[in-house]
């Protein structure tokens, strides 16, 4: 089901995601339900991290190979692994 929302939000996103849903030829909610969905997806909100999130969270976190001391160990499990 749909809802009709209201919000302030700052002129440079709103014209930014006007035109990309003019250049994408689909309604501005469209862009704005995807980037939502999007947020709440790498935020967590829906649950355990995307496949992609986390493929790219294991990579981080084994190209740095071998054997590593604890302090470089603390220093990787502190880093955000999802962050792009």
Known sequence: MKKKIG????????????RRAAAEKRPFSGVLEDALTGYL????????????EALRAVAK???HGGLLPPDEIDDILAEDALEP
Do not use: N, Q, V, Y
């Open 61 to 63: 976190f084994a190209s």
């Open 41 to 52: 997806e790498r935020s967590g909100s829906h649950g355990s991290p995307s496949r992609d």
């Open 7 to 18: 919000t302030i939000i700052d002129e440079e996103i709103l014209s930014g995601a006007k």
